[in-house]
């Protein structure tokens, strides 16, 4: 297994949209990357400890879900009438681009 570098961190950060909605904790990227610079040992630390660990923490999978009406639809009593809007947490995010970018460079190299 190889650590994860800061470098992956920071990318997959800094890829997060500063507008996305954050989870129930309200850490949000805007409030990550604007504390990169004073909490990116922290924040490396961590990610390398759950990954290393293959652990992803409860709260980070914990979803706020709610509907919304797409505007224009005669019959709300119709499923397709809504959207549905799943609140992640962000460190979760970043956990999970991570280990996606690695399987993704993975399968390529292998062909697959």
């Known amino acids: 297994y190889q650590d994860v570098s800061r470098e992956e961190v920071r990318t997959a950060l800094f ?3 500063t507008k996305s909605t954050p ?3 309200q850490i949000n990227y805007r409030l990550l990357q604007w504390t990169w610079n004073i909490c990116e040992d922290f924040i490396v630390a961590l990610i ?3 990954a290393a ?3 992803h923490p409860t709260m980070w999978k914990t979803a706020i879900a709610f509907a919304l009406r797409k505007p224009g639809k005669k019959d ?3 499923p397709r009438a809504w ?3 799943q609140l992640l947490e962000c460190m979760g995010k970043i956990l999970e681009r991570i280990q996606a970018n690695r399987l993704a460079y ?3 190299t292998q062909n697959l």
Do not use: D, K, V
Request: hydrophobic share 50%; net charge positive.
């Open 83 to 85: 959207r549905l809007i």
């Open 53 to 55: 660990m293959g652990f």
């Open 106 to 108: 993975w399968a390529e």
């Open 76 to 78: 709300y009593g119709m």
């Open 23 to 25: 989870g129930a904790s």
């Open 48 to 50: 390398r400890l759950c």
């Open 15 to 17: 890829a997060g949209s």
